[in-house]
């Protein structure tokens, strides 16, 4: 599968006074990444002491696993802490499959949602779809078979958030705005990621060409084409879904 996963953030030394806009000091910056990489370091090694488990009880090739996360964190990329954003860092997610007697490697390059997880999976064990299931089975493509590529849809719906005086990157009333938006966002087949929002600035970012989505190009005329199309996709997935928000 393609994985939609979590990236550390690099940070320049120059540049960590300008982050902590939330009133986190650089040493709890620190702390909160060590914690962070920490829990991922447990991850690994849980995996591979169930990996041994299963290979010491001869069940390794009979058995499907699948690693997969929730959302990672920005954990100070784009000035950002949190996941409530549609940046990659936070929407990229670890997506990896090993068949029973899997023995090479397989990617996936086009865009793959969440949502076909469980179909994938009951289509894998010889079940059905259950009616409830929303999303398709992407078994063909982990058997090497090629499926047309489709959208990917996100969505954001804001909780309470407090923001914390001392910020120097914007007025609290304007970061207040922003965190309290809600998001609907859709990323195409040929890498275009579009966000609408109820409240604040729409994005439009071409993943191939700006994957660390620096330039935001959907003030932009010339991009006019690719948002309306995007924009159809999402009032449409709105409309199949029964999400009623106004963009």
């Known amino acids: 599968m393609r994985e939609w996963q979590q990236a550390e953030a690099v940070l ?8 902590f806009f939330f009133g986190v000091t650089q040493d709890e910056y620190r702390a909160m990444k060590q914690r962070y990489l920490g829990l991922i ?20 090739d009979k058995t499907i696993i699948i690693h997969t996360s929730d ?4 954990l100070g990329a784009h000035h950002l802490f949190g996941k409530e954003v549609m940046f990659e860092e936070a929407v990229r997610v670890p997506y ?13 390059v086009q865009p793959v949602s969440h949502i076909d997880f469980l179909p994938t999976l009951l289509d894998l064990l010889g079940e059905l779809k259950r009616n409830q299931c929303a999303g398709n089975s992407l078994a063909p493509l982990l058997r090497g078979e090629s499926m047309p590529p489709g959208n990917v849809f996100l969505e954001w719906s804001p ?6 005086k001392g910020t120097e990157l914007a007025p609290r009333r304007t970061i207040k705005r922003a965190m309290n938006e809600s998001t609907r966002a859709v990323i195409s087949a040929g890498g275009w990621k579009l966000c609408l929002r109820d409240q604040d600035l729409n994005e439009l970012y071409n993943l191939e060409a700006d994957p660390n989505e620096a330039h935001n190009l959907y003030y932009q005329p010339d991009y006019r084409a690719i948002i309306e199309q995007g924009r159809r996709d999402i009032l449409s ?3 199949t879904t029964g999400d009623t928000l106004k963009l």
């Open 12 to 19: 320049d030394r120059k540049r960590l006074p300008n982050l």
């Open 96 to 108: 990896l499959v090993r068949l029973p007697g899997q023995r090479q490697g397989l990617r996936v």
């Open 159 to 164: 909780n309470r958030f407090k923001v914390m």
């Open 41 to 60: 370091t447990m991850v690994d090694r849980s995996i591979g002491g169930i990996l041994s488990c299963l290979e010491r009880a001869e069940l390794l």
């Open 71 to 74: 959302h990672g964190d920005m």
């Open 237 to 239: 997935w709105q409309r």
